[in-house]
């Protein structure tokens, strides 16, 4: 039976839908001023420069994505991807910038050495939607595979940070994304992993009907009272007090600090480097301090 709250709507009568992603629902978690910069103000306050670590994750993606095109699916193929399609923003230096290349080459190597290139995923970078009542809930999963009959949500890390199991049981993305798998295929899909480039660590965990309708009515939540949110932003624009700026560890990590006078207070604000942990050694990942760091992706927009 699919999970509760994962049902259609009825015809006839389109709801207002909401838009909701995991990431979109995150940001209002962790800081509702910081939603507001990136989803309500227009136009979008600029955001800062983009953060090496996530220049790190962008090229280590493209090149997973990509080298399921290839004829040659080698370990040195996806190597060869991971340089040619290199991002070299926000690194310190040209130094800096080239040892992260060459070390993502080789994790991208030897995680691909544990595949298998002959079986193709069901879905690569795949974007899902499901509607719940009235929350329109869409997400882009890494990659979707199938084995032993089974279809399997895989999730690709490049954080410093090893995740844990705990992270892959615990993460509305995960949960979001299995559930919209189950509602697209008409499926059962229960089973979610984590897959951590750099150690080549997988950690998983498997779903019930019951946990997975638990995380969409959490998300649901979340959503409704962002919804009010913005409702009460339409009304009062940027007066509006639905956004209280949450001030705390994440501010120094903050893309919009530069628009938020509390979140400066905070500081002094981390080097574009500084979650690569080369040179600032007591700067915590941003994702181990995030409100729910099983959510946070590589700095990836959905
Ligand atoms: S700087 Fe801090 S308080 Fe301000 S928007 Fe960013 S996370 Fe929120």
Known sequence: MAPE??????PG???SLYAASASKLNAFLDCPRRYRFAYLDRPTPPKRTQRAHTSVGNAVHNALRDWWDRADRTPQAGAALVREGWIDVG?????QSARWRDRSEAAVA???TGLDGGRQPVGIERTVAFVSGTVRFTGRIDRLDERDGELVVVDYKTSRRVPSVDEARSSMALALYAAAVWKMFR?????VELHHV????????????????RQVERAKSIAQEARR???????AGAASEAFAPVVGPLCRWCDFRAHCPEGQQVGPEHSGWAALG???PGAPDPRAVAADDGEVSDGRDE
């Open 278 to 280: 080369e040179d600032e």
């Open 198 to 213: 750099p150690s080549g660590v997988v950690v998983g965990h498997r779903h019930t009907s019951e946990s997975l309708a």
């Open 229 to 235: 949110a913005d409702a009460d932003y339409a009304r």
């Open 110 to 112: 030897a995680y691909l």
């Open 13 to 15: 009568m389109p709801p």
């Open 91 to 95: 690194f310190r230096d040209g130094a």
């Open 187 to 191: 499926r059962p899909t229960y089973a």
């Open 5 to 10: 709250g994962v049902q259609g709507t009825f």
